[in-house]
């Protein structure tokens, strides 16, 4: 099991796991919301800092859980600046597609091309190895649906 794994820890993933960028509890954050994923024991908070115009300001989580998982909120804090809810919806849908495998909401995306969103989906796409691995795609996807419920104004999320 685990050597089927091994292609999945690619260099920039286990970067990404074990120095998590904005690992930290977030001062002033203005929504968070936590995330559990018990088939792997992946837990993490996400937090979001909101500006007056609606776009995140910050965005940083806690927790612990596999390489996957923190590499994933890792990267995702740091696409998040800048970004309004409705871009970071069309990411969300883009990157869900990315993990499972499911390209339908990609090739939308591509006729809006929207050259920012490419740029990001291209970082994150590294993670894309995680559709040869069920079990794996809730630990790629635990904190993007974490912000997620964070932005729509829910505490918790759990990917059972
Ligand atoms: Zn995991």
């Avoid at 970067?15 to 992946?42: F, I, K, S, V």
């Avoid at 890792?74 to 309004?84: A, C, F, I, P, R």
């Avoid at 809810?85 to 339908?104: K, N, P, Y």
Wanted: aromatic share 4%.
């Amino acid at each position: 099991m685990f050597g089927d794994l091994r292609e999945l820890y690619q260099e920039v993933i286990l970067d990404h796991g074990t120095n998590p960028r904005n690992h930290h509890r977030l001062e002033g954050a203005t929504c968070q919301a936590h995330g559990n994923n018990p088939m792997c024991g992946d837990t993490l908070t996400v937090y979001l800092k909101l500006g007056g115009d609606g776009r995140v300001e910050a965005a940083t989580f806690e927790g612990r859980g596999c390489a996957i998982s923190m590499a994933s909120a890792s990267m995702m804090t740091e696409v998040l600046k800048g970004k309004t809810a409705e871009e970071i919806g069309r990411l969300f849908q883009s990157f869900h597609s990315l993990c499972t495998g499911e390209d339908d909401a990609l090739d939308a995306g591509d006729q809006d091309s929207h050259a920012d969103d490419d740029e990001d989906l291209e970082r994150l796409n590294v993670l894309a190895g995680v559709r040869e691995f069920p079990v794996r795609v809730k630990c790629a996807t635990l904190p993007w649906h974490t912000m997620k419920a964070a932005m729509s104004g829910e505490d918790e999320v759990s990917t059972e």
